[in-house]
């Protein structure tokens, strides 16, 4: 059977403060912008996770996207969505939650959670209409 992609698009929204305790209040603003304002920045976050493997001879499918989408309901949504990710995640206490670091998190919150011999290949994950980052996980 021949190996194919599946993406599904998710949405969520979260805050954020783009914020390095080592720099001074005008270094942050400089480099994060308007992400570092005391009570943070919100966005509507697109999510596009794709995943690989055989089609099932059984079921025509790669994956059932009904448990594609519970898993990441699971993993990512239920987590992240309508919170301030320095104040409501552990993954955000230390680390500061750019759009780049969030989809790597997304990425270590998801991989080998899918079954068979599906695997996760990439999160897409845009904050605005014209900005998105993408992860494939780390290359050997």
């Avoid at 309901?73 to 301030?84: K, M, N, S």
């Avoid at 955000?92 to 991989?111: K, S």
């Amino acid at each position: 059977m021949p190996t194919l992609r599946v993406t599904k698009k998710f949405e969520f929204s979260a805050a954020h403060r783009a914020w390095r305790e080592d720099r001074s209040p005008e270094e942050n603003r400089r480099l994060f912008g308007r992400c570092a304002s005391p009570n943070g920045d919100g966005h509507n976050f697109l999510l596009e996770v794709t995943v690989e493997g055989p089609v099932d001879p059984e079921t025509g499918m790669v994956i059932d996207v009904g448990l594609l989408k519970r898993i990441v309901t699971a993993e990512v949504l239920d987590r992240f969505d309508h919170r301030h990710l320095n104040l409501d995640t552990e993954e955000f206490r230390t680390r500061v939650p750019t759009t780049e670091a969030i989809a790597v998190v997304i990425w270590e919150r998801l991989e080998g959670r899918f079954p068979g011999d599906c695997r996760l290949v990439r999160v897409r994950l845009a904050r605005d209409a014209s900005t998105y980052v993408e992860y494939e996980g780390r290359r050997a």
